[in-house]
């Protein structure tokens, strides 16, 4: 059989969703993947996919059909008195859409990893509005980037040739001349070491260097003391400058300025750098997204509750309050009595108290690979892989969506179907 090229694939592994893959499938295996970076390739070629459901029964592991497993399940949510879902960044929106429908008819309570990433990013959104615009307009149009918390060189490892240092724009004919990239971090990061110019504050400083910049972009360079967290006012004179001169400038943040001391005031605070530099110029703020469709889940659940994660429905309507409806104090709390993992591994991410929690408690998983949850898990079913053998529609970090294909059957249902059922089975007990 000879082997069947797949051009503009869609990968789904963060949240750029490069769409030029170039994957070359032959006798139902992936044989090769051109132009990915090495995530993104691990990601299409990892193998190890459980064969079957399978289900812990006094300890032990054994195999069950879709059905069964589906069936206990369905059983195990709807035993529990305040079951969380949880997970749900690594699915498609459609699959993420029959979550919130499972969530509502269960009066359980729905959050995604956003709530230890970005949804500190969405609290200062929803306090002083987004100043966005997509990678394209970047591409195109940025002459000064500002990384701010992130390293693009590991998380996102085409960012940087796609869209900013290593690629030309419409408007700017050689990156390297016409571009200026700034990285601001506790430590000098790979992206740090191409940057033009690198910002080292110290540890919790991020708060601090964002006012200083504000009002050094305010002509108050007279109010700031000679160094801030640990940074000289010359350099931070220097980049106010910079930044004031430009074109047109970007700025991209990650969990370094997310999730550091300061948090939601943080971004809030880098809005309203942008916002004082628009006064001068062109400038825009991108949370720089984990995984691929985490940026999805915002939207969906947006769409079809008002809140963005963390929505609790056991009021019989659905309400939100991150810090308290959110994953890990609601785990913390020991509060909820089951859960439904989809697409994460929060064994993986979630802090030891929330993770003790798990333990203790039903848990079912949705994953194509076992992962450190499935130590925790009664029952793991695998699913297909969006963008691999599902498609389906993932937002981009930029909020720009893209849907993503199906290149190759390996006789998995996906996400969506699995859920749907599950959903099918608990309306009918509940009479709905
Ligand atoms: S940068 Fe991200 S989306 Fe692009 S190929 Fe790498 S892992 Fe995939």
Request: overall charge neutral.
């Amino acid at each position: 059989m000879f082997p069947t090229i797949h051009r503009d694939v869609v990968c789904t592994f963060c949240g750029c969703l490069c769409d030029d893959l170039e994957v070359t499938v032959e006798g139902g295996r992936i044989r090769g993947v051109d132009n990915a970076c090495e995530l993104g390739a691990h990601k299409f070629t990892t193998e190890g996919r459980l064969k079957a459901p399978i289900r812990r029964r006094g300890g032990v592991w054994g195999e069950e059909t879709y059905t069964a497993a589906i069936e206990r399940a369905a059983e195990i949510l709807l035993d529990a008195d305040r079951p969380l879902l949880y997970g749900w960044s690594g699915t498609c929106g459609e699959a993420q859409s029959v979550g919130v429908q499972l969530a509502e008819i269960l009066g359980g309570v729905i959050d995604a990893t956003t709530s230890v990433c970005h949804g500190t990013s969405i609290l200062a959104i929803q306090e002083v509005g987004h100043p966005g615009c997509t990678l394209g307009q970047v591409k195109n149009r940025a002459d000064v980037i500002l990384y701010w918390g992130c390293n693009p060189i590991e998380a996102h490892p085409r960012h940087m040739s796609r869209y900013t240092t290593y690629t030309d724009g419409f408007f700017l004919g050689n990156s390297h001349r016409d571009r200026t990239v700034i990285v601001v971090d506790i430590r000098r990061t790979d992206t740090a070491q191409v940057a033009d110019e690198f910002i080292k504050i110290k540890p919790g400083g991020d708060y601090a260097v964002l006012s200083a910049l504000r009002a050094m972009v305010r002509g108050k360079d007279d109010m700031i003391p000679p160094t801030v967290s640990g940074v000289s006012r010359q350099q931070l004179r220097r980049v106010a400058a910079i930044c004031k001169s430009a074109q047109y400038g970007a700025l991209f943040f990650g969990m370094g300025l997310t999730q550091t001391g300061g948090k939601y005031k943080n971004i809030r605070n880098a809005i309203e750098l942008v916002d004082e530099l628009n006064r001068h110029t062109k400038f825009t703020l991108t949370p720089m997204r984990g995984h691929f469709n985490v940026y999805g889940f915002n939207e969906v659940c947006t769409w079809m509750t008002g809140y963005p994660f963390a929505v609790d429905f056991s009021r019989g309507i659905a309400w939100y309050n991150p810090g308290e409806t959110s994953a890990v104090d609601l785990l913390a709390r020991r509060e909820c009595d089951a859960c439904l993992v989809v697409a994460s591994d929060p064994a993986a991410h979630l802090p030891r108290s929330a993770v003790a929690h798990l333990a203790d408690i039903p848990l079912v998983q949705l994953d194509p690979y076992p992962n450190a949850t499935t130590a925790f898990a009664e029952i793991q079913i695998p699913v297909a892989v969006t963008g691999i053998d599902a498609e389906g529609t993932a937002y981009r970090m930029d909020g720009v969506p893209i849907r993503t294909r199906k290149i190759l059957d390996l006789g998995y249902p996906d996400d969506r179907t699995v859920l749907q059922q599950m959903l099918e089975r608990i309306r009918e007990a509940k009479g709905r």
